[in-house]
């Protein structure tokens, strides 16, 4: 590790442990807490990827995550940003986007080519001839991929978790650490984060006094203070990826994602610094000088052995101090100003001697060898805006800092509808208004003076504890000047007639692009963004935004203010698709005989959110096991759980007269112990559920809705009853009753038995008939239906008796040979008789008419919702029915549900229900067809898999036991 | 995510709500035009400004009206559906034509074999 400096610096450094990884093939050395960029630099590895267009190298520009320089494929993970990914023992890291080799990457030619490729370069030369397009997107992602996939990496397990504080302050610098503590003072729960590993910010590697003590001596009483109180919860390593309305924010760490409510938050996020935009500015060795800071104070690297540093605050200096006492060298500290004021690092660098040129700037960078590294710095005097003198000298040096400005980090402010606006004074966008529940401190609202942002921290942590209801003491007083202004340059931007001068580091975007484009006319910060690509790439615009609007607001003569900045939107950094993905909340819902069913090797199926046995048997048995189920019931008995319709009960003193409107037939005069059919059609006419009702007294109904579809009704009910207050009251019970269906012609027998007071002969209680009374000694409610057309009785009972009901049954039936049956049999079942299920028979243009259910509307009564449209549809013309249908030639391949039906070129309905019928012999289904093909006796055509029609005779319905002898035995 | 201020239950995050639409008038069913129950059934105002509109928190399958604003996207009031529903609706059927038939049964005795026990 030739450029590693001796202890103490490397404040996240632990040297005890040596960690060997790869890179590009080779195995080099880092200690425990680098990162994989500092750990490379540190052995003199300075190139860690090539650029997006013209395939140029790069190297770190602000070793804290902010630019897609250091985007490297660590194992079979691309995109990982090696300056905040520690080191892992074996780790495989390979540089991205070259071709042939990262130091011989045969495509950087292609920057040769810059000429002949202007911005919108694709977009112009592709789009003809259109044939070609698929050839010309083949080659261009493979010039242009960032990274690769693997699609046999090892699964991620991914989560999410919820927190919910009072405060939450973002960043945790020396604003947040003071809000963090203000805000705990004041009896809150504080949930601080900050996406680095350490907190403190800037403490940790900027100076702030001539001796660069004070920074320390802060951090070590903000530490002292936060971990004192218990009441502040510390998130380090963890990003704040997103504001989304009312403080509802996203957190990512590691796997996991975090959702957070805040009822205040505090944004304390700093600020970005910017680069100098000159010829060559993309060099490895040209870098922010807080990544010099980073890598000398944080990680123990010497960033260069002879550094120019270029200037326009008095940071720069604090950055060259901090190079001469790392043993750099300090060819040069170039000041942008005409007349810098002295201040302590001024006079501290003037004490070291440090040579300073003022007024010049960094004109080029003389590149090393294939443009490697820097060799040079050519200097020269301003002229004027953007402008030099002819000569330049040059100044040896492998490393070039650039001081020159400050943006703020403000992609929460504006994803929070905060406003900013352009300061003149300062040369920097700056925050005007912040939402409510919202505050701001530190250098992101602008305090650059360390002793302010403390001020403000304080401030900010008191104002977002008393809007989160902890008001506690005076308002802290802020004093200290911000020192925001002659922080930022209001024009570092030097356009060269070689170009490369890039604004945009991750679209290789130069200072003549953006003017192209803007002498195309693409005068609107956003459709420059969108022309160009500014600030579109991995890094967002955190460095090519401000230049773009300064170039703009150049070009137009607007001020910058008017021309604004683009939209900032989430996520603020890097998200994987697996937080996104990672588990999620999907319950499921059990019956209370679930473990009955899985005991007897059910199947499950998920109806709605329930499970529900499919059928009972192994998979390989699946279509003998239906079959058995199914003769089952037509022969002898079944069982099937169908706890999982909804129940609603409806009561009061219109019962009758609500259920007579949400309904479409009639159930004023339905007598007492008797169920009726119901379907619901909504505003439109079309049928979205249906059921039964049963009227245990004059004002008391229990109906049941479809599994899936209870929950909308019910919801249903409540909304129209809200408008027409009738005197009732709708309770959804679905999970209050466990039910049952016991059906066959030796249901009756298997019941008797079991049953008390109530009789369950043909002429006491006749179909259509509901009960009350007990069965194996459990309250319950008999209801004498029949959807699967046998003698059958639904029994109900309250859901705590589910398992028992179930037991007391299987035991019953056994002698009579009894089996459970499930889903799919039903459905057979079901298809037999000719029922319909709402959802799969219907789609959401179904109307009655269609589907052939007039008889179930009751036409003459004063109102049902939908009334109108059902009585406009009956008017109209039919354009489709709903028809039964048979295929009796055995060799024909079976239809399956949604192929279509076909005449001609012409679709003209779709099947929607199909099975082989045992008891029939026979194919049958249910399909929609054009009107006129629905009569009776007609032939439709079915297109089946492979493109066979397969002919199908249109049939009455139902298809089993027409005069529905077999239910009323 | 929003948050909803329930007139039942408090604060509460917006994906415990379903959102049913504007408040409007029903046409009566019987006296209005084809034209006035089409634009009923399938329009909506859907105006920029501070709306009226039905709200349910799921949970406890409870309704409100809330006043947004739908370009600031802020809830500026919610309240239970009684401050602006406070009378029972009666729906009446126009007076039939002259008939020399005798009057209508409402409520035919109806009881064919319907389809029962319906699971989707």
Same mark, same amino acid.
């Given at each position: ?37 500092s ?28 630019d ?24 495989t ?9 990262l ?11 810059h ?14 001839? &259109?044939a ?17 996939i693997? +699609?046999?990496a ?6 999410k ?7 939450l302050?973002?960043?945790g ?65 963890? !990003? ?18 975090y ?5 205040a !938050? ?35 690297v010497?960033?260069?052995s ?6 326009a ?53 003389e590149?090393?060898g ?10 020269a ?22 001081s ?12 929070a &509808?905060?406003?900013?606006?352009y ?5 920097m966008?700056?925050?005007a ?9 530190g ?5 650059f ?24 003491g ?8 911000k020192?925001a ?17 890039f ?5 290789d975007?130069?200072?003549h ?9 693409y005068?609107?910060i ?24 300064r ?5 137009t003569?607007?001020?910058?203010d008017?021309?604004?900045n ?6 603020v ?17 059990y ?8 005991? !007897? ?5 998920p ?12 998979? *390989? ?31 009061? *003193? ?7 409107r949400?309904y ?20 439109g006419?079309?049928?979205v ?14 109906v ?25 009251d ?14 066959g +012609? ?8 079991l ?24 309250p ?12 059958g ?41 000719g ?9 959401g ?13 009751a ?12 009585s ?42 199909v ?35 397969v ?16 239910q009323?035995? | ?7 039942l ?7 415990e709500f ?28 859907n #105006?920029a400004?501070?709306v009226?509109?039905?709200w349910?928190?799921?949970?406890t ?6 006043? #947004? ?47 029962l026990?319906k699971?989707?």
């Open positions: 590790m030739p450029n590693r400096m001796p202890e103490p610096a490397g404040l996240l450094l632990d040297r005890s442990e040596t960690v060997e990884f790869s890179f590009e093939g080779r195995t080099y050395a880092g200690y425990k807490g680098d990162t994989v960029a750990a490379l630099l540190a052995n003199g590895v300075g190139v860690l990827s090539r650029s997006f267009k013209y395939h140029r190298p790069r190297g770190p520009l602000t070793m804290c995550g902010q897609s320089n250091t985007l490297v494929q660590i194992g079979h993970v691309p995109n990982r940003l090696a300056d905040q990914t520690t080191v892992a023992p074996g780790m890291v390979r540089a991205q986007n070259y071709w042939g080799s130091e011989n990457d045969r495509l950087a030619l292609l920057g040769l080519l000429r002949f490729m202007p911005v919108g370069f694709y977009y112009k030369a592709f789009h003809k001839p &259109r070609l397009w698929p050839l010309w997107e083949k080659v261009i992602r493979r010039l242009t991929g960032l990274g690769t693997a +699609p046999d090892p699964h991620g397990y991914f989560d978790a919820y927190l919910f504080p009072d405060v302050v973002v960043g610098g020396p604003a947040g650490l003071a809000a963090a503590i203000q805000a705990a003072d004041a009896g809150g729960e504080v949930l601080l984060v900050d996406e680095n590993r350490a907190l403190g910010g800037a403490l940790n590697y900027a100076r702030f006094d001539a001796d660069g003590a004070l920074a320390d001596q802060r951090k070590a009483m903000l530490l002292r203070e936060l971990q004192a109180r218990p009441n502040i919860q510390v998130m380090s390593d963890t !990003l704040c990826n997103g504001w989304y309305a009312d403080n509802w924010l996203a957190l990512v760490r590691g796997n996991r994602l959702k957070v409510r805040a009822r !938050l505090v944004l304390a996020t700093g600020s970005y610094e910017q680069p100098l935009i000159f010829h060559n500015n993309d060099l490895p060795g040209v870098m922010l000088g807080s990544a010099v800071q980073r890598l000398i104070k944080l990680y123990g010497r960033p260069g002879r550094a120019v540093v270029a200037t605050n008095s940071d720069g200096y604090g950055v060259a101090l901090d190079l001469a006492q790392a043993g750099v060298e300090v060819a040069c500290i170039v000041d942008l100003r005409a007349d810098p004021p002295a201040d302590e690092l001024t006079a501290a660098a003037a004490r070291r001697h440090l040579p300073v040129l003022v007024g010049a700037t960094v004109w080029e960078a590149p090393e294939r443009n490697m590294g820097v060799r040079a710095a050519r200097i005097r301003i002229t004027g805006e953007g402008t030099c003198a002819a000569s330049a000298d040059s100044f040896a040096c492998d490393l070039i800092a650039m020159v400005g400050y943006t703020p980090a403000a992609p929460l402010v504006y994803q &509808r905060g406003r900013v606006r300061d003149e004074e300062s040369a966008f700056a925050l208004e912040l939402p409510a529940h919202i505050f701001a401190a250098s992101l609202s602008g305090a003076n360390l002793d302010a942002a403390l001020e403000e921290g304080y401030r900010a942590g008191w104002q977002a504890a008393g809007d989160a209801g902890f008001g506690f005076p308002e802290p007083a802020c004093v200290n000047p020192d202004v002659g922080r930022t340059h209001p024009w570092p931007i030097f356009r060269h007639p070689k170009g490369k001068d604004v945009d580091f991750d679209e975007l130069q200072v692009d953006l003017e192209n484009a803007l002498t195309e006319g005068e609107h956003e459709l420059l963004k969108r022309f160009t690509t500014n600030g579109m790439g991995p890094s967002q615009g955190r460095h090519a935004s401000v230049p773009a609007v170039l703009v607001s150049k070009a003569g607007a001020a910058m008017e021309t604004g683009t939209t900032s939107r989430p996520p950094g890097q998200v994987k698709i697996g937080h996104l993905a990672g588990r999620a909340f999907e319950p499921v819902r019956t209370a005989m679930h473990f009955r069913h899985l005991e !007897l090797g059910a199947k499950m199926m109806a709605g959110l329930w499970l529900r046995p499919e059928y009972y048997g192994a998979a *390989p048995t699946r279509s003998e096991a239906i079959r058995a189920e199914v003769k089952s019931v037509r022969e002898n008995v079944g069982l099937i759980d169908v706890s999982t319709l909804g129940g609603l009960e409806v009561r009061g *003193p219109d019962a009758a007269e609500f259920m007579n949400m479409t037939f009639a159930y004023l005069k339905q007598p007492v112990a008797r169920a009726r059919y119901v379907m619901m059609v909504d505003i006419g079309v049928i559920d249906d059921g039964i009702a049963c009227r245990w007294h004059d004002d008391h109904f229990y049941t809705a479809t599994t899936s579809g209870a929950d909308a009704v019910y919801r249903t009910m409540l909304w129209y009853n809200a408008q027409w207050r009738l005197n009732v709708v309770t959804n019970v679905t999970a209050a009753y466990a039910a049952v269906n016991i059906a +012609p030796q249901s009756r027998a298997v019941l008797e038995p049953c008390e007071g109530v009789d369950l002969s043909k002429e006491a209680f006749p179909y259509m008939g509901v009960r009350e009374g007990h069965v194996a000694g459990i319950a409610l008999f209801l004498r239906v029949g959807f699967v057309g046998e003698l009785y639904e029994v109900h009972v309250p859901a705590s008796y589910g398992e028992a009901l179930w037991d007391a049954l299987m035991a019953a039936g056994q002698s009579h040979g009894m089996r459970p049956f499930g889903v799919e049999a039903q459905r057979l079942l079901r298809l037999e008789k029922h319909i299920i709402v959802s799969q028979d219907t789609d243009l179904t109307t009655p008419h269609e589907a052939d259910m007039a008889w179930a509307i036409g003459k009564k004063p109102f049902y919702v939908g009334m109108r449209s059902v406009l549809q009956a008017e109209g013309r039919l354009t489709r029915k709903l028809v039964g249908f048979e295929i009796t030639d055995r060799a024909a391949p079976q239809p399956k549900e949604c192929h279509l039906v076909i005449r001609g070129d012409e679709i003209t309905g779709r099947v929607t229900s099975a082989f019928s045992e008891a029939l012999e026979k194919v049958i289904g249910l399909a929609y067809v054009a009107s006129d093909q629905a009569d009776e006796g007609s032939t439709i055509e079915i297109k089946v898999d492979g493109g066979e029609r002919p199908a005779a249109v049939v009455k319905l139902p298809f089993y036991d027409p005069d529905g002898a077999r009323e035995m | 995510m929003k948050i909803i201020n329930c007139p239950n408090g604060p509460r995050n917006a994906q379903v959102h049913g639409g504007e408040v409007v008038a029903h046409p009566d069913p019987h006296r209005c035009s084809d034209a006035e129950w089409a634009d009923f059934v399938f329009m909506e105002e #105006r400004g501070v009226r509109e039905w349910c928190h799921v949970a399958a409870y309704w409100f009206i809330a006043e #947004r604003d739908t370009v600031k996207d802020e809830f500026l009031r919610t309240y239970d559906p009684s401050e602006l529903f406070r009378d029972r609706v009666e729906f009446t059927r126009p007076d039939p034509p002259p008939d020399p038939d005798p009057p209508l049964d409402p409520d035919p005795p109806l009881d064919p074999d319907p389809p026990d699971e989707a």
